[in-house]
């Protein structure tokens, strides 16, 4: 009766698992056809779109339009060998050879003048051949005249590589087995079955998942689902036998413990039915049995607290984890603050050291020096920026400030900076006008959009470059052009990566350091912007941004500029606040070979001494400064901002204040907002802080807060 009910209870089990396991098959088939359904799809939308624009464009007038009307964005793209032009008897009118495959004929025309399948309205063909002698997916999209008489047909290839990498990620041939179908079952990629055969029709984004497919000559779990608005299957398949392979591995223990457990039961009722004397014995081998059972049961149980304990801990740990991570996250913040601050305060004092040096040095020999001096200076600048830069926006301290942006004022920037860059090497830079406004930050995506640039510049021997815009829905595609040497197509992903660079093995920093497009990549996913590239060895290279639209611009009235009044260095008199005695005699020694009269001072409460008593003192016989010229951090209570707004209370007038400073912190950028500061980031360059004074001190009182504001808010974006 035992071994009656264990038998009956491990068929039970066993039938259950066998059902669990094909289900459980059919989710897993659902599941991956769908996912690859999404990635197939990604791959054929551009192609979809592009048969889609020339065919509209050419229905209804016939092949003649090709000729005459033209169509440059086809005419693009027909370089690359994708696009073909048939007519009414299948002949090839434009572009590369083209060749079907079966169950097509050899020109391809009984496809095109087949009915087309019900639901199928929209009129895409698909079908596999080879275009240019390359293997590929064929979609045609029938022509007629503007009398309704089919004139021919328009052919956009995808090249059967370009999907290879997702039917690698999904199938292996073996145990699973993808590919692209057409509605009657003919393979167009894939790895598998060349026909699905006869198939139930399926309305668009719809699957169907069977496990007893018998497609193949042998059962399989297939899913297939119809893409969305394409009549093209996409199909998963995997072999029962390896679906049900670890069921059977199941089974068969499962049998041998069950025939172990039948074969104990009848040695025992056998011992008793043989002699009533072995009963005791038998009596005491079942109590013993039963302890076991309770032994057992309590280690089971005592296994289950040990889990249920383990799992506590565990989570416990991952809890600590998370507490770990996030105070490494404030650590990392921290430090970048205090290295950005630190690293550019020895850099500062260097960049003013050697423009004095460079004033005062009158030997060629000894101003060569001098040059080669400053150019690693310029190359240690460079890099120190750049690592901070990236260092920053790992560290998701970053906060772009969105704002509507009109694109022409971008281009302007753009081309005001990379003009002169681009005529030293004869290439033609052209940006193509617009009215778009988008929405974005302008500082980082003029700062990713001149990254292209550079690059765009930097490989184009000859040629031009040249920076657009086409809009796509909600979307604007900013596109930077050029006619340089190209990037190989297993390249196109690793160009992302830090420090990359290609062509430059020898690592010669005149041509970078490999982090530009790392920053692009870095600062498009911080605003949301999705960067794409393609590119032909030998003919170029094409980058895109793609940013949300908001409308168009309107044309402003142009204000009147005033020209500032000239500014006389010798009658100026400035205070420099700075505790590091290398950084306040740099300043000193450049602020007096300009001709400015300067008084130094090493903290705000000696600033304010300069000046008499808390009760105003000598204030009268004190010197009145025209400016003052501070770093930000200082020792004591004060900071350069606090020391400038207290200067002015105890003069009881406004001085105007510079704030040079390392800390790229946003608050620290807010702060000399508010007291309508201008802001300086250190290491900053002779002439920029020459331009900043004598803008400041020629510069109405009125006008200074809101121009030092409008920079410290851009430094703030950029930082």
Known sequence: MLALLGTASWAAVTALDYRDTLERSEDDARQAAILFDSHARGVLDASIDLLEQIAGRMDGRGLKSWTERGLPEAMAVERNGRIALLGADGSLRYGSTVAFAEPETSDGLSLLV????????HGILPAFGHMAGQPAILFARRIHTAAGVFDGAVLVAVPVSALNPVLNAFGDGM?????????????????GVPSLGPLPRL???????????????KASVIGVKRMADLPILSAVTIPRSAVLEPWYIRMERGLVVVVAGVAALAGLSMLGAASLRREALARQALTEANAQLELANAQLEERVEERTAALSTLNLKLSRALEEKERANQAKGRFLSAANHDLRQPFQALRL?????????AETRDRNIAEKMGEALDAGEKLLHALLEVATLDAGVVRPQLADVPVSAVFEELLA???????????TLRAMPTRMVIRTDRTLLTRMLGDLLRNAIRFTDKGRVT????????????EVWDTGTGIPAEQLDNIFEDFVQLGNPERDRRQGLGLGLAKVRRKAALLG???EVRSLQGRGSVFAINVPVVGTERLPAQAPVQDPD????????????EDDPIQRDAVRLLLESWDYRVIAAIDGESALALFGGANGGDRLDSPIPDLIVSDFRLPGRLTGVQTVAAVGERLDRLVPGLILTGDTAPERIREAVATGCRLLHKPVSPDELRDAIAAILSERPGSRAAEGGEQALENESAA
């Open 467 to 478: 920076i657009g815009c086409r809009r796509h829905g909600r979307w604007l595609r900013i």
């Open 175 to 191: 145990a699973r087995s993808v590919g692209l179908y057409r509605p009657d079952g003919i393979r167009l990629a894939g790895i």
């Open 203 to 217: 309305d668009d984004g719809t699957i169907r998942v069977d496990a007893n497919w018998t497609g193949t000559g």
């Open 114 to 121: 087949r009915p087309l399948p019900p639901g199928d309205e």
């Open 417 to 427: 900076e990379f003009r002169s860059m681009a005529a030293e090497k004869g290439l």
């Open 529 to 531: 912007h999705a960067v």
């Open 566 to 577: 000239p500014v006389q260095a010798g009658d100026r008199l400035i205070l420099v606040v």
């Open 353 to 361: 050291f050697h423009h004095i040096l460079m004033e005062r040095l």
